[in-house]
């Protein structure tokens, strides 16, 4: 987690270690001991060092594991940040909200104790999220416990106490003045309960983090924002003007007098923008139709898992994923990883699940054939069940989805329950009286049907029982009891009969025909639209898929590339972080290599469609195209865990010189992709042959020395040499690869790019330099490139080779050298293969993701079982049963090491230095070292090289408007010269710290200056 002084080089201050044990009789510490996390949608936060402590425990960091919107991911590529960045955030506004108040209204009397409560509130609200988030409490805790009410919230307040007690925390919580009571205060403001006997004056508190009254909250703020921007929805609410005019206020309610939290009268149009934007968020990704389907198969691959998945619980019990509701410690363990888990399981318990699973990856998903939306409410006594029987056709055939979408409050208006107040009078506040344009209506519910079988006949036969059922229920209505202007309301008899996947749809088993509809007033007739005809539409083969992405936006794709992206092959890229450990350090790096690949497909895509039409003397052709925009998507298939961190890291500390590389990997993931998922004939449709096959593969790895050498390609002459300089260009780095890699990368990150890579594309153009045709850009773009090539040394200095992204990639790389031969992947021979090896087997390499490092985190030890049988047979192999004890150890070490990355143990930076030769200084410490009695095992180097200036200018072709076909090479002298070599130590071993602390020193003082 970088902070500002780490980034901007600040003048030393007093050490975080050094000043955190100095005993500090109040809550508000000073300003330096605040921590700064760098957020993609608030910018720089700083959070109070309390809040860091609880940040820094196994219980908070699990939340990076748990993806913020569940399966909206596997929609939306950019969907893929977790809830602890959320949780980040509404700690962030929740403290912003109340020092505000603090500030404005003095006589609010507002404690720092107080504001440090919220602020705390804000960052565990979230704490009691199971796997995929609202996935298990709404959908699978209700369908395997129906009897049990249970919600997140509940678990939020107990994992808060038992984070506490496990971390013992108490004393860090009695240091800044939050005792036991107002301990009790943080869990209310989570659940948003106030006590009966409770200060009514403090009620205002309450509306902060959640806010039930009308749900304007920093929850709300932060997850609407969040969720925009990631997944490239524009939205207009602006939270940071809201909090602007906030205030507290005496509001005259019909039995009592309490204080409200109320806004200027002029917001109200930007309230309902904020109430619009949930409902359209609603509608476009949380209950998007492909999301329920996906997350109803998930939720029933883990009801089929649940009784063959065991955790550790308190006691050293084993129990299930249904028991964690009322065991913190098997909840704690319990993350999205479960997903892949079972994915690449071997057992055969768990054949069915895993099949599913399967399904969802390879999205061979249930059709929907037709939806129908309402107008207006029904309260029927038919449910969902009778809903089914008049479907009269085999409930395994459908699934039944019913979108509620509105405006957080059903039917009612939540603007009613807010209260405003004018310039005027600051003092009084009282209802919206404008009337702003206002919804007709703020409720709309839609039924989907699905068919289990995607044949035409199987759709036609569900759509056709679906319509007759939905008329015969609209003949068999009751007469309405009350008929009002906006809606119809019917007798309600709740559902009695347990719905399953394999019964209609597993969350809505206690839901009547009043979630499924409306009819028009007072006719009771549903409105079926003229939308839907009773044909179903073909698929045009040329109809290409459109992918929603936070930095691109809606881009195309051609229906090849969906078809390669729809493989599980493919899919593994969704659990592989694109910049491996800095999302230890950047909250906000959670993007991953899947979304990375789709935009750098369509900026290859872009990039060759613009020199077809500019330069149709290249000879383009469509195969030309659709082959860059493959190799593009393709490029990075073979990349493993954390990406780059396990080629140039883990690989190599194995096997020394191994010449093993993620883009070799990739030509063979790429083969195995075609192979296993029958995609031969997919290609030959799209006219594409062995020869275009073959040339894919060329582009996926290009190599240097090919560049300008005898032409030594197959796949494409050396007339179209510039094809391969698209997606990759190893000549000067100037790719698609680069573009999307960049400008994903500070979005994420929060950084502020000045970069464009569209103005790059579209002075893009292929000329012959020295007789051969190269990828050329135009004169004036020359301070552009400027800009490319240092944000590319910014992104390395600051987040790739940060030293606490290099310190926490060690101590991965050392958990995984342990585990190695603990963890087993099945090859395609169906034999084990170590972590290692799996890299040369594509069987073995598809289950390999992150997921492997919370597999050491939270599952026991692989040959746990094995060990207790061996020591309770009567005549054991004690061997054999050294050999496991020796693995047990060694599990117990590598996840030792991974809690120790999470809690922020991390080995300790020692100096940073800048040698005039790395080489000399690197023998002069070794020598220094071995003089002091100590090993080079205690301590840990790290060479960065950042240049701001990269040597590539020589290689960069530009020509001007008034010659677009010749280009030259023009060499450019840098004013200053901005390459540094840096040199950093850390301590493995803390008893060194000081011994290393004091060689470094020496050391330093006798270079030159």
């Given amino acids: 987690m970088a902070s500002a002084q780490q980034h901007h080089g600040l003048p030393n201050r007093p050490s975080r270690i050094s000043l955190e044990n100095r005993e500090r009789s109040s809550c508000k510490p000073e300003a330096y001991l605040h921590k700064v996390f760098n957020d993609p949608v608030h910018g720089h936060i700083s959070l109070h060092p309390l809040c860091v402590k609880i940040i820094d425990t196994p219980e908070f960091q699990r939340l990076r594991f748990i993806k913020q919107l569940g399966p909206v991911y596997l929609v939306y590529p950019g969907a893929a940040h977790n809830r602890f960045e959320h949780s980040l955030g509404v700690c962030y506004l929740s403290g912003r909200i109340i020092k505000t108040l603090q500030k404005r209204q003095p006589e609010l009397n507002i404690s720092d104790e107080e504001v440090l409560c919220v602020m ?74 106030p006590e009966k006997n409770s200060d009514e004056s403090k009620g205002y508190f309450y509306e902060i983090v959640c806010n039930k009254r009308n749900g304007i909250d920093a929850d709300r703020w932060d997850y609407c924002t969040r969720d925009c921007l990631l997944l490239g929805i524009r939205t207009n609410f602006d939270h940071k003007r809201c909090m602007k005019f906030v205030r507290v206020i005496e509001v005259k309610e019909i039995n009592k007098t309490e204080r409200q939290l109320c806004f200027r009268d002029k917001e109200n149009g930007d309230f309902y923008d904020l109430f619009y934007l949930r409902a359209k968020l609603h509608r476009q990704a949380y209950q998007h139709k492909t999301t329920f389907i996906i997350g ?115 039917t009612d208006n939540p603007i009613e329950n807010i209260r405003f107040y004018s310039k005027h009078n600051l003092n009084n506040a009282s209802r919206d009286k404008t009337k702003v344009f206002p919804p007709v209506r703020f409720k709309e519910e839609i039924i989907r049907v699905f068919s289990t079988k995607r044949d035409h006949q199987s759709c036609k036969r569900v759509k056709e029982a679906f319509r007759a059922a939905i ?58 639209g003229p939308a839907h005809t009773d044909k179903l539409p073909e698929l045009d083969p040329q109809n290409y898929k459109v992918f929603n992405d936070p930095v691109h936006g809606h881009i195309s794709m051609h229906p090849l590339c969906v078809k390669i992206i729809d493989t599980p092959e493919f899919q593994r890229l969704r659990r592989i972080k694109q ?282 030890y692989p040959k746990r079982e094995e060990l207790e049988h061996l020591r309770s047979t009567q005549e054991p192999d004690p061997s054999r049963i050294q050999i496991l004890v020796e693995g047990e150890t060694t599990w117990k070490e590598a996840r030792k090491l991974l809690q120790n990355v999470l809690l922020r143990k991390l080995y300790k930076f020692v100096a940073e230095i800048k040698p005039p030769s790395v080489e000399e200084f690197k023998s002069q410490l070794d020598t220094k070292i071995a003089e002091r009695g100590l090993s080079s095992n205690d301590i840990m180097c790290q060479f960065v090289e950042v240049d701001y200036t990269p040597n590539v200018w020589n290689t960069v072709a530009f020509y001007s408007k008034h010659e677009p076909d010749f280009a030259t090479v023009q060499l450019r002298v840098s004013k200053s010269h901005l390459k540094e070599h840096i040199f950093r130590v850390f301590c493995k071993n803390e008893q060194h710290f000081a011994t290393l602390k004091e060689i470094t020193q020496d050391l330093k003082q006798q270079l030159p200056r």
């Fill in 120 to 193: 705390i509130a804000g960052l565990c609200h979230d704490l009691g999220h199971g796997p995929l988030s609202h996935l298990f409490d709404q959908r699978f805790i209700p369908s395997v416990c129906p009897d049990i009410t249970w919600k997140h919230e509940e678990a939020s307040v107990t994992m808060f106490d038992y984070m506490i007690t496990e971390n013992h925390l108490e004393g860090e919580f009695e240091k800044y003045n939050i005792n036991k009571e107002k301990r009790h205060f943080i869990k209310k403001l989570i659940e948003c309960k």
């Fill in 296 to 410: 109803e198969m998930i939720v029933q691959a883990l009801i089929k898992a649940d009784e063959h998945l065991k955790f550790e619980g308190q006691g050293g019990i084993m129990k299930k994923m249904s028991e964690a509701i009322g065991d913190m410690k098997v909840l704690s363990a319990l993350t999205d990883e479960i997903f892949n888990v079972i994915l690449n399981s071997s057992a055969p318990e768990l054949k069915e699940p895993k099949e599913l699973l399967h399904k969802v990856v390879s999205r061979e998903l249930p059709k929907c054939v037709d939806e129908i939306h309402l107008e207006y409410i029904w309260v029927a006594a038919e449910t969902i069940s009778e809903l089914k029987k008049a479907m009269k056709i085999g409930d395994t055939e459908y699934r039944i989805q019913i979108a509620s979408l509105d405006f957080g409050m059903g």
């Fill in 471 to 528: 008329q015969q229920i609209k003949e068999r209505m009751m007469n309405p009891v009350e008929v009002t202007a906006n809606r119809v309301i019917y007798q309600r008899v709740k559902a009695t009969e347990e719905e399953g996947l394999h019964g209609g749809s597993g969350h809505l088993q206690d839901v009547g025909l009043s979630e499924l509809a409306a009819s028009g007033l007072g006719s009771g007739a549903p409105n079926l």
């Fill in 579 to 860: 910049i491996g450990a800095v999302y230890f350090v950047y909250p906000g790096a959670s993007h991953n290599r899947f979304e990375h690949s789709l935009g750098v497909c369509y900026l290859a895509g872009r990039t060759v469609k613009k020199l077809r039409k500019q330069q149709p003397d290249l000879g383009i052709t469509d195969e030309d195209e659709l082959c860059v925009q493959i190799a593009g998507l393709c490029h990075d298939l073979g990349h493993g865990p954390f990406s780059s961190l396990f080629e140039e890291r883990f690989v190599q500390e194995m096997q020394s010189n191994c010449n093993w590389t993620h883009k070799v990997a990739a030509i063979q993931m790429f083969s195995h992709l075609i192979k296993e998922n029958k995609l031969e004939p997919e290609f030959v449709t799209y006219g594409l042959t062995d020869d275009d096959i073959e040339f894919i593969k060329e582009l996926l790895n290009v190599k240097s020395d090919n560049q300008d050498a005898e032409w030594k390609y197959k796949g494409r002459t050396d007339s179209k040499r510039f094809l391969y300089e698209i997606v990759t260009n190893v000549r000067n780095g100037i790719d698609a690869d680069t573009w999307d890699s960049c400008a994903r990368d500070c979005l994420m990150l929060g950084m502020i790019s000045r970069f464009d890579h569209k103005r790059c594309i579209k002075y893009i153009r292929a000329i012959k330099v020295n007789n051969r045709y190269q990828i050329c850009f135009r004169d004036k773009e020359k301070r552009d490139l400027d800009e490319l090539f240092f944000i590319q040394a910014k992104l390395k200095d600051m987040a790739y080779q940060h030293k606490t992204t290099f310190i926490a990639g060690e101590m991965i790389v050392e958990a995984l050298r342990k585990v190695n031969a603990l963890i087993m992947f099945k090859g395609t021979d169906g034999t084990d293969k170590t972590l290692f090896e799996a890299k040369d087997d594509m069987n073995a390499f598809c289950a390999l993701t992150d997921d492997v490092i919370t597999q050491i985190l939270n599952l026991p």
